[in-house]
């Protein structure tokens, strides 16, 4: 069977703990123990991290790279104009040759790739490289990347805090299994003439990648997933009226810990990443950083229940974390030592007292 490109084409044209490190790298992670698979990923990280720092995965399409998204998705300039980590996994490579994360296409069925669990191996290692939280952590991506992030938000649900996928969707048997630990805000931006990602879906298998469901089914899914309770609907200014598309933003609001459901329906709109091609009424990139930006806490070291206060429940969180080291969190880390310990119990414990 010939399979369609799902790629992406290069576009024409610790509060107190501030790292300072402007940078692009190339990174490996050993994935699954010290005989486990390589996998490899860009990280960018801006001028200034400190604890509450986002992390925000890109993930590209089928076929294409994480250099190709990072390039025209421009995630870069905005990482440092907003303080965000930016990190694009590469995906492996597929008997076709074509990179891919495997969310179970049809002529993917004998891959046995975890790419749940490259993520999160992939998420701890940064959060702890960098000492985040942990708690504002994002994934979106294009096409085949789109629907890794639906993955991710079934069963990663306790890593990612809202997805926003690109031209994605839910493949049936994702849609089927799908049931979070926490139900999560999600974010699509798709066109009505996606002719490689079908926007009425794809039921019967027709196109070749596997049963997925249609686009407003998706929508309809996680809104009431997360029982939202108002919904609004309005037309994007068409502000170039020479790519013969339009916008139209449909959200879903009110939800579970005031999570939302959004849509930017791009009428006319094909397999594209908008403002880097295609529609140009709207930057995808930077719609996306606004929709994350949402739903990130920001907590101080000790508020472990991130009430403002330090109190007997933080004590408590931390005694489990000195005795289960698997539980660390940053915020925990009072001294900011790399390690929950007794020292920091001491710290909290003065905390509360008023020492």
Known sequence: IRRPPRSTPKPSS???DVYKRQQLEYHTINIGGFEGQSRGYYLYVPDEVDLNTPLIFVLHGYSSSASTIMSYSEFNDLAEENNFIACYPQGTTDVFGNAFFNVGYSFHAFSDVDDVQFIRTLSSHIVGEYHLTGYNIFSTGMSNGGDMSYLLACQASDIVRAIAPVAGCMMEWIQESCNPQYPRSVFEIHGTDDNTTWWAGDYNNAGGWGNYIGVMPTFSFWANLNSC?????????????SDGSYVISE????????????????????????????????????????????FDINVEIGDTDFDGWSTIADLLSISDQILDQDLYSAVS?????????????????NSIIGY
Request: hydrophobic share 35%; net charge negative.
């Open 14 to 16: 610790a509060a107190s």
């Open 229 to 241: 309770s108002a919904f609004q609907s309005i037309e994007i200014p068409n502000s170039n009226e």
């Open 251 to 294: 959200k879903y609001t009110g939800g579970i810990d005031g999570n939302e459901v959004w849509l930017y329906k791009v009428i006319n709109g094909g397999h594209d990443w908008p403002g880097a091609y295609g529609n140009m009424d709207i930057n995808s990139s930077q719609e996306i950083i606004e929709f994350f930006y949402g």
């Open 333 to 349: 880390d009072i001294n900011e030592d790399g390690s929950v310990d007794s020292s920091d119990l001491l710290l909290i414990v």
